[in-house]
């Protein structure tokens, strides 16, 4: 990769590391609300009535939310076990990766949520394409659309 910054690799690391800590920020704070929301469910009245089906789904949706949100504050712990040890560069480089599998481990948390709340709150059948669509918009914004501007950039650079 090709720095096209007036930056040494340090102050590149402390750079990403910044930009990583915003990122972390946002996602992480709506892991643990809806983790949050989630696990308050258990505790109404309506739980007792779920079926065996949706209280799976909502056992699954609890763990991956539990999964999203530790994942998404390791970032960190890493910092904080591996301050002072210059190893900034492999942090940022660590921390990105926890960042994407949380990212996507709070999609499927979102997803699940959708489902299990639109199973109760509706009819069964609305709840499937409802969440489909959600799902579809998730792929569209975080994955689809990046994807095309690398592409773009990559046809930019090479014309």
């Not at 929301?37 to 009535?49: E, G, I």
């Not at 999964?67 to 560069?89: D, E, F, R, S």
């Not at 509706?122 to 792929?139: D, K, Q």
Request: charged share 15%.
């Amino acid at each position: 990769m090709v720095n096209d910054r007036d930056e040494t690799p340090d102050e590149r690391a402390d750079r990403r590391w910044n930009e990583t800590l915003q990122e972390v920020r946002v996602a992480q704070t709506g892991a643990q609300i809806l983790f949050g929301f989630l696990l308050s469910v258990a505790f109404t009245p309506r739980y007792a009535h779920l079926g065996p089906f949706d209280r799976g789904l909502y056992v699954v949706t609890v763990a991956l939310g539990a999964l999203a949100t530790g994942t998404l504050i390791a970032p960190v712990a890493y910092h904080q076990l591996l301050a002072g040890h210059h190893l900034k560069p492999q942090l940022v480089k660590a921390a990105g990766h926890l960042v994407s599998i949380g990212i996507v481990l709070l999609a499927l948390t979102v997803t699940f949520s959708v489902l299990l709340l639109l199973r109760v709150a509706t009819s069964h059948w609305i709840a499937w394409p409802v969440t489909a669509c959600v799902t579809a918009w998730f792929v569209i914004c975080w994955l689809v659309m990046p994807t095309l501007l690398l592409r773009g950039k990559s046809k930019s650079r090479s014309a």
